[in-house]
C-alpha cells in the first residue's frame, strides 16, 4: 500500500470516527420547526453528524432521516389519542429498536412527552445519553414527571424562564436556553407592504384567523371562527379576513370548511408572519401560535375547544390558571380566553368587537404583548442548545 493510500485509509477512519447518530424526535409542527434549527446549528459545527428521527417537513429539509411523520402523531386532548394509538405504539416500537440497532450516540428528545418520556427510559436502560429540549409542561400539570425526567433525561434545556424554579425545587438542575421564537419571529415586510403583497386594504380592518397547525383541531374550531367571521362582516363592512396556512395542513382540507359558509377569507401557505402582521387583531387557536403572535405585536383573542371528556379530565388535572402560553409567561390575563363552551361564533365575535371597537384597550393590550418579548431572555436558543448537544457527543 502506497504512502497516498494509507492517508486516504486513515483519512477515512478519521472521519468514521467524528460521524455521531443522533436520534431526534419532534413528534408535533412546533417541535419540527425547532428542531430543524437545532439541527441546522449543529451541523454548522459538526457538519459529519448523522440525524435519524420522527418530525416533518422542516426536519426532513435538513437532511434527517424520518422513519415516521408528525403528522400521523399529532393529536389534541386526552381522550383523542384513543384514534391514533396503534399507529403511535407502532412507531415507538419501531424507534426502541433503533436504540439496538443503530446505537446513536445522543438522543434528543423535543416536547412530545407522552411520547417521549417513554423513549428517554428506554434510551436511558441501554446507557445512551438523553437531551429533552422544551419540556413537558410540568409546571401546569403532572408533577410528578420530574421525578421521572430525573431518572432517565441527561440534560434538559429549557425555553421559559421560570421553568428553571419549576425544577430547581425538585432537586434537578437544568438549563435555560431562551425561548427559540425570539430568533425566528422577524418580518421580511412592512405591515403596509405586507397588506399590498396580499391584496389588502390599508384602510380596512383584518383579522387574521389562526385555527391551529393539526386537522383534528382545526375541524372542531374552524366553523366557529368562521361563525364569528361571518358576525364580524355584518357589523363591520369592509372588513377583511386572512389565514396563514400551516405547513401540517392541506390547503384543501382547509377551503372545504370555509367553503360552507359566506365569508371571504384569504389563504395564504408559507409566510405565516408576514400574514399576521398585517391583522388588527388575530383569532388564535391555545399554543404556540399565541406566542408568535404576541411577539408580532397583535392584539388576539385566545380560542380552545377539545372534546367534552379530554377538557373535565384536564379540569381535574391542570394546575393553572390561564390555558394561553402569552398570558401564563405574563402572569396574568392579557388577552382573553374563549374555552369549550365559550369558543362560539356569537361569543368570539363579541369579543373581538369589544377589542376592535375600544383604541384604549387595544393599545394596552399591544403595550402588554410588547412586555412578553423582554421576559423570554436573549435570541441565540437554538445555538446554545446545539452546543449544549455537542458536549454531550
Known amino acids: 500500500m502506497s504512502l497516498e493510500e494509507r492517508k486516504a485509509v486513515q483519512e477515512t477512519k478519521e ?24 439541527v441546522s446549528e449543529m451541523l454548522k459545527i459538526n457538519p459529519a453528524l448523522n440525524f435519524y428521527g420522527i418530525g416533518g417537513k422542516k426536519l426532513r429539509e435538513k437532511g434527517v432521516e424520518l422513519l415516521a411523520d408528525a403528522s ?14 396503534n399507529r403511535i405504539l407502532k412507531i415507538m416500537a419501531v424507534m426502541k429498536k433503533t436504540l439496538d440497532e443503530r446505537r446513536p450516540d445522543l438522543v434528543i428528545l423535543i416536547d412530545y412527552p407522552d411520547f417521549n418520556l417513554p423513549l428517554a427510559k428506554a434510551a436511558h436502560k441501554k446507557g445512551i445519553k438523553v437531551l429533552y429540549y422544551i419540556s413537558p409542561q410540568v409546571w401546569a400539570w403532572r408533577k410528578g414527571r ?10 434538559m434545556a429549557v425555553i421559559l424562564p421560570f421553568e428553571v424554579e419549576t425544577y430547581r425545587r425538585e432537586g434537578f438542575e437544568v438549563n435555560y436556553v431562551g425561548h427559540p421564537l425570539l430568533d425566528m419571529v422577524k418580518l421580511s415586510y412592512s405591515k403596509q407592504e405586507s397588506r399590498k403583497k396580499f391584496g389588502l386594504a390599508e384602510d380596512k380592518i383584518a383579522i387574521g384567523i389562526l385555527p391551529g397547525s393539526r386537522l ?30 400551516a405547513d401540517t395542513l392541506e390547503e384543501k382540507s382547509v377551503t372545504e370548511i370555509i367553503s360552507g359558509f359566506d365569508v371571504p377569507i384569504k389563504v395564504i401557505s408559507g409566510q405565516t408572519y408576514e400574514v399576521v402582521s398585517c391583522a388588527d387583531l388575530a383569532l388564535v387557536a391555545s399554543g404556540t401560535a399565541t406566542l408568535e403572535t404576541a411577539l408580532l405585536n397583535v392584539p388576539m383573542v385566545i380560542v380552545y375547544k377539545i372534546s367534552f371528556l379530554s377538557y373535565l379530565i384536564g379540569r381535574l ?3 393553572v390558571k390561564n390555558i394561553g402560553l402569552v398570558n401564563i409567561i405574563a402572569g396574568k390575563t392579557i388577552v382573553p380566553e374563549l374555552i369549550q363552551a365559550d369558543a362560539r361564533g356569537e361569543r ?25 418579548r423582554a421576559r423570554l431572555g436573549e435570541p441565540g436558543a437554538a445555538i446554545r442548545a446545539a452546543q449544549l448537544a455537542l458536549d454531550m457527543l
Open 317 to 319: 388535572i391542570v394546575d
Open 15 to 38: 472521519i468514521t470516527r467524528k460521524k455521531k447518530t443522533i436520534m431526534i424526535i419532534a413528534g408535533e409542527a412546533s417541535g419540527d420547526m425547532h428542531g430543524a434549527n437545532l
Open 348 to 372: 368570539i365575535a363579541r369579543e373581538a368587537l369589544s377589542i376592535l371597537k375600544n383604541g384604549e384597550r387595544k393599545q394596552e393590550m399591544i403595550k402588554e404583548l410588547a412586555a412578553i
Open 72 to 85: 400521523a402523531m399529532a393529536v389534541v386532548g386526552l381522550t383523542e389519542v384513543i384514534s391514533k394509538l
Open 216 to 245: 383534528s383541531e382545526v375541524k372542531k374550531l374552524m366553523p366557529e371562527l368562521l361563525r364569528a367571521a361571518e358576525i364580524l362582516k355584518k357589523e363591520l363592512p369592509g372588513i377583511q379576513f386572512v389565514l396563514p396556512l
Open 146 to 155: 420530574i421525578g421521572q425526567i430525573k431518572k432517565t433525561v441527561n440534560k
